[in-house]
């Protein structure tokens, strides 16, 4: 939550500032600011609103600066105001700072520097930040060049909580710092110019050579020059990491919005993911080398995550179990990690997580870690936080995924943990090698059939038409097609806004029957032939109470008084999911649309959630 970039080199400052904001806001979008140094001076520009109010504020496009700093916020300490927005200054105007994260220990820290004569003038954690550099800054008698660095270093040690930070002095006009410590932040790499941000993406059409800080190493960039140093101040050598994004992922690329791009870009995500992991012979994981007496070991697996990626987690226990015989447990992070989970080193833990940075998730990886267990991580984003806690990570291929309501990473991660299914299952050998065969090939069916999916979304439109005043709306499965209806739902709720439930279609009749009354919309997925007549007559249950049906199902079933019926192609149950949740994200789409909403950035909620 909240977005950061900066730039240092030859080139003005502001227009890649205010880019690299506009590609990262749907991290946040309550306020927006940048500060540059022009003539030896902090120059701040900021105000309450979206990053397209930055350019009609006074003087900003006069600004010529090639050095500066900039934030998108998503508030946490203070209400969305302009004193609240970042760039924070300290009292006497010497450093200007952006943030993100969240600093526990802030009111422990302001009232220590209000007694030293510290003044405040926003409610933000930031703004302490900012005036304890200042505090060391002015303490240390030392002038030499490190001066800096070993205020902002001493300042950082202070904190407790989660931070990705950038700074830039007017007493060191030509230089910016910047540190992380559980918040993410990257450096792209340019011809004697550096781009800062909170992701890749951001800054992907500027370079694709990249940097990753791990917690508390210390960036000091100057226009042609980084040097990186530990919380000794000891020069490390770093390594550049290049990104094989195609940059246009970042782009709306002609559609209206990232979602519809997104949802569209799933046969070739899916596809990605696949890679070169099915071929003729064995799934193979070359990340993973478990051997057949380590499988065999494993009492039990926890799938952890939040989110969408936690209802990819939910489809994918029957497939681990059915082919494993392994117990799965699935959990939501900020649950797990707090329960006191049964772990120990016959513990295997998959956690999944398209951005790599949920704190919660990774709080829960830490965790588990520290018990004696392994752990996986399964992300979309190359050097994302995750990735550096992990025994072991794997990476879906998704591309880039800016919508806030998560689509392509969904198929993706469900596909990728079927995948790992099979590999655990061809080492154990303890399910039918059949099964496992039909499921091999209907994977490298998936794009294709998804590609089907998509080809004619009319019907979707007009449903979308009929039903999008809706108050109330449900979403019923059995099986994994529970697991698709808990992630059908939460796509609605999201992004237009409607409160929707999800059910297991047994379960409704145990009390959430009582909210179904005349016109209310039931959206039913069936999936696996083996329920089919259980789910109809579930159904039957709803009709008869006056509730209006739309059907999504790739078997061969009569319209028995169904409002509509969209049929997708049959693939095996274990994997449908990735099919079937197709017309329920184009259903959500269309129906934010048609309330004409913000798509892409629905309210309250940002991309990646890194606090807790
Ligand atoms: O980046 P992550 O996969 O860890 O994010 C987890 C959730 O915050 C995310 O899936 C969220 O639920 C999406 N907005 C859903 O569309």
Redo the contacts with the bound molecule.
């Keep these: 939550m909240c977005g950061i970039v900066g730039y240092i080199g030859d080139k003005k400052a502001t227009p890649i500032l205010i880019q690299g904001l506009t590609r990262l806001e749907y991290r946040g979008y309550d306020s927006a600011g940048i500060a540059v140094i022009e003539n030896n001076k902090i120059e701040v520009k900021k105000d309450k609103g979206r990053v397209s109010n930055l350019t009609l504020l006074d003087g900003i496009d006069n600004l010529e600066a090639t050095i500066g700093i900039a934030h998108t916020r998503w508030a946490t300490h203070g209400k969305p105001s302009k004193e609240n927005s970042h760039p924070h200054m300290d009292m006497e105007g010497l450093f200007a700072i952006v943030h993100n994260g969240i600093i526990e220990n802030y009111n422990e820290l302001k009232n220590d520097l209000t007694q030293k004569g510290y003044k405040f003038i926003s409610q933000t954690d930031t703004e302490v930040i900012v005036n304890l550099i200042n505090y060391y800054y002015n303490q240390d008698k030392n002038e030499d060049e490190l001066k800096f660095l070993r205020a902002v270093k001493n300042a950082c040690m202070d904190l407790k909580g989660s931070f990705a930070l950038e700074i830039i002095s007017n007493k060191e006009p030509e230089k910016m710092i910047v540190v992380r410590k559980d918040s993410p932040l990257v450096i792209g790499k340019g011809n004697g110019e550096s781009y800062i941000a909170s992701d890749i993406p951001a800054i992907l059409s500027y370079t694709r050579d990249f940097y990753f800080l791990n917690d508390y190493e210390f960036a000091y960039l100057s226009r042609n020059n980084i040097k990186f140093y530990d919380t000794n101040l000891n020069e490390i050598k770093k390594e550049t990491k290049a990104i094989e994004w195609d940059s246009k992922g970042a782009e709306k690329d002609g559609y209206e919005h990232f979602m519809l791009k997104e949802i569209n870009e799933q046969p070739k995500a899916i596809r990605e993911t696949i890679g070169t992991r099915l071929n003729n012979s064995k799934v193979s994981f070359d990340e993973l080398s478990f051997t057949r007496e380590y499988l065999e070991e494993i009492n039990k697996m926890y799938i952890v995550?939040?989110?969408?990626?936690?209802h990819a987690g939910l489809v994918s226990k029957n497939i681990f179990e059915k082919l494993c015989k392994i117990p799965v447990e699935v959990d939501i992070a900020s649950e797990f990690r707090y329960r006191d989970p049964l772990i120990n080193n016959k513990t295997l833990v998959i956690y999944?997580?398209?951005?790599?940075?949920?704190a919660d998730?990774i709080a829960a990886l830490k965790l588990a870690k520290a018990k004696g267990a392994k752990t996986i991580a399964i992300t979309n984003v190359i050097g994302s936080s995750i990735t550096r806690e992990a025994d072991y990570s794997i990476y879906t291929h998704a591309g880039p995924e800016i919508a806030?309501?998560?689509t392509k990473?969904y198929t993706s991660q469900v596909t990728m943990l079927a995948l790992i299914a099979l590999y655990f299952a061809e080492i154990l050998e303890r399910a039918d090698t059949n099964k496992i065969n039909t499921i091999k090939e209907d994977i490298l069916k998936l794009p294709n059939k998804a590609e089907e999916v998509l080809k004619d979304t009319s019907e979707i439109q007009e449903v979308a038409k009929r039903i999008y005043k809706e108050r109330d709306m449900f979403f019923l499965g059995r099986g994994v097609d529970y697991a698709v209806s808990l992630e059908g739902s939460?796509?609605l709720k999201?992004i237009s806004y409607i409160h929707s439930e999800g059910y297991a279609s047994g379960e409704l009749k145990h009390g959430p029957i009582a909210l179904i009354d005349i016109g209310v919309t039931v959206i039913a997925t069936i999936t696996n032939k083996d329920l089919v007549e259980k789910s109809i007559s579930n159904i039957q249950e709803v009709i008869s109470r006056g509730a209006k049906i739309i059907v999504v199902t790739n078997q061969n079933i009569e319209n028995k008084g169904f409002d509509t019926i969209i049929r997708i192609p049959e693939i095996s149950t274990e994997i449908s999911p990735v099919l079937s949740i197709i017309p329920l994200q184009l259903l959500s789409y269309y129906i934010s649309k048609e309330k004409g909403l913000d798509v892409d950035k629905p309210r309250n909620?940002a991309?990646?959630?890194t606090v807790e």
């Design positions: 995550a939040c989110g969408t990626a936690m999944i997580s398209q951005s790599g940075e949920t998730t806030v309501a998560s990473a939460l796509k999201e909620l991309k990646s959630v």
